[in-house]
């Protein structure tokens, strides 16, 4: 009996190794040694070495001389490189500025009837486009407005809804001036680049405050 069991440990124990032994050399048969052989390493340093032959080095001497003349010019470069094209494009938007900026100028008024309406600026806050508004009555009566009667429409002719802050439904004779803003949805403002404004009283519809050309600040 004794005899059986040492021979069936040492056949547990000879086919564990030689099971052992396979698995491990699968495991590490895409593994290789690396390739120290000073031949190879010699290659190498001979392709780094002609990879960094295209890189110049600066003399320390023309670096210093080269920022002390930006020093001496006041942080300009005094040897810039010519570039023509570069610098017409600056005069070119240059000169195309001005007339972009010219093309409307504030305040824009209308007047009828001895009333004038006239927007001062346009300002985008939050989710609205404001425009500032002036009102005032030069004439001898008093003028009653229904701000549902303001049409606001853009430069494709769609109308938009707008709102009325801190201007009077009763405008009173004299002098005095009140300011407030017309608001309009920024989500009504796609592609929309020019605003146009009317405005009548209530209820004669005699007066007609009309002015175009307003435009959408993006």
């Keep these: 009996m004794t005899i059986v069991l ?4 040492f056949g547990a124990g000879i086919f564990s190794s030689s099971t052992g032994y396979k698995l491990g050399r699968d495991a590490l048969k895409e593994i290789t040694q690396p390739d120290v052989r000073p031949s190879n ?4 340093i001979n392709n780094s070495s002609s990879r960094q032959e295209g890189v110049k080095l600066l003399r320390e001497e023309d670096i210093i001389a080269q920022v002390k003349k930006r020093i001496a010019a006041g942080g300009v470069d005094p040897d ?3 570039q023509p094209q ?5 005069e070119e938007e240059n000169q195309a500025q001005p007339e972009t900026t010219n093309q409307v100028v504030f305040p824009i008024v209308s007047r009828d009837g001895g009333v004038t ?5 346009t300002q985008r806050r939050s989710n609205s486009l404001q425009l500032n508004v002036n009102l005032k009555n030069e004439g001898d009566q008093s003028v009653r407005f229904l701000y549902s009667f303001l049409n606001v429409t853009d430069n494709q002719g769609r109308a938009l809804s707008a709102s009325v802050d801190s ?5 009173p004779p004299g002098s005095q001036t009140y ?10 403002l796609d592609n ?4 146009a404004i009317s405005l009548t009283d209530y209820p004669d519809q005699k007066l007609q405050l009309q002015m175009s050309g307003i435009p959408v600040v993006q």
């Design 6 to 9: 040492l021979v069936m440990m």
């Design 41 to 44: 390493i010699t290659d190498r």
């Design 80 to 82: 810039p490189p010519d």
């Design 86 to 90: 570069a610098q017409e494009k600056p």
């Design 117 to 121: 309406l006239e927007i001062t600026s």
């Design 167 to 171: 201007l009077p439904g009763q405008l």
């Design 179 to 188: 300011t407030g803003t017309i608001a309009i949805s920024t989500a009504l």
């Design 192 to 195: 929309v680049q020019e605003l």
